[in-house]
């Protein structure tokens, strides 16, 4: 045994330490860097744009609502957008259905030109609509058929059940009312400012809002021009809408539970579903499984992939005006 030997510690331990803590530090850095640049660009593109002139409005309970019509004669038809759409996406199918109907499309509080009042949520949504459909006087022997694409259609579902005979007819258009929760991770990474900051580059390229126009509509759709991009982009830059933005993301995007489903399918209002033969959001199978789900007759697949109202308003319109006929003889 040797006494009073004194063990030294192994020098890559303190090496590593040492590693550690510049590491440390150097993200600490990078990160105050980045929040630095991202509040400073935030403060220089926070100037909203302007709106579009000529658009009409309407109260709607407690939204002043921006909306479009199309059309002087026949039963009557609302146009419900989805999440971050507005009344103009209809615009060609407006302008088909208006040959035979009486069209009106509304910007949902939040999006768009529509006054921003929350809460964002599908009750809400469904809310504006049914006093929408009051102020413009459709009610009575006038009421109208709703038709909801995307995630407007849980708006439309609800408006169905709520309404009652305020309602004639409801549609489902590429959407399913399903719930669609946001992945868990993004509510911790994209916090603020740099959510903020993200939303407004993306915005700013006109790459990104081609990029995910045409993925959603595909090729039978008539690329952007540059004031096509400014249709899809200014309504997400007008006063409020970063705000109503984040609060429909907290409030999760519209949906129906099983229960107010169950409710849609015992309801007598005339009910139709209709899909895109190659939406990249929904199995080929969905289509089918939502008409079950609501209990509307078998559905319609038509040509085009999310954005059906776009690429194939002709035979979107014939879905419409066949549910209408539908609607007509149901609601006597």
């Not at 038809?77 to 009486?102: K, M, N, Q, S, W």
Request: proline share 8%; with cysteine; charged share 15%.
């Amino acid at each position: 045994m040797t006494a009073g030997k004194t063990i030294s510690p192994r020098p890559g331990g303190g090496r590593a330490r040492r590693a550690l803590r510049r590491l440390l530090l150097g993200t600490a850095a990078s990160v105050l860097l980045l929040t630095v640049a991202s509040l400073i660009f935030n403060a220089a593109t926070a100037r909203p744009a302007g709106r579009p002139a000529g658009l009409a409005y309407v109260r709607a309970g407690d939204v002043q609502t921006r909306y479009r019509s199309w059309g002087t004669a026949g039963s009557p038809v609302v146009l419900i957008p989805g999440a971050f759409e507005t009344a103009d996406t209809f615009a060609a199918l407006g302008a088909r259905l208006g040959a035979d109907h009486r069209v009106y499309a509304l910007d949902l509080t939040g999006t768009g030109y529509s006054q921003p009042v929350p809460p964002f949520t599908v009750a809400h949504f469904a809310a504006q609509v049914l006093a929408f459909t009051s102020a413009m006087g459709l009610t009575g022997g006038n009421s109208p058929v709703l038709v909801g694409h995307s995630s407007g259609a849980a708006v439309a579902g609800l408006a169905a059940i709520d309404g009652g005979q305020r309602v004639a007819g409801v549609m489902f258009l590429d959407g399913d009312a399903q719930p669609l929760p946001v992945p868990s991770f993004l509510r911790y990474l994209i916090i603020g400012p740099y959510r903020t900051t993200v939303l407004r580059l993306g915005l700013r390229s006109d790459w990104a809002v081609r990029g995910i126009y045409s993925s959603q509509c595909g090729p039978a759709c008539p690329r952007l021009t540059a004031a096509g991009v400014e249709v899809w982009r200014r309504p997400l830059q007008q006063p409020g809408a970063e705000s109503a933005l984040w609060g429909i993301l907290a409030a999760g995007i519209p949906a129906l539970p099983g229960a107010q489903l169950d409710m849609l399918r015992a309801s007598r209002v005339a009910k139709s579903v209709v899909f895109g033969a190659d939406d990249p959001q929904y199995a080929k199978s969905a289509p089918a499984q939502v008409a079950s789900r609501i209990g509307a007759p078998p559905p319609t697949v038509i040509p085009g992939r999310h954005l059906t109202m776009i690429s194939s308003p002709s035979q979107l319109a014939a879905a419409i005006r066949a549910l209408c006929v539908r609607a007509a003889a149901s609601y006597r």
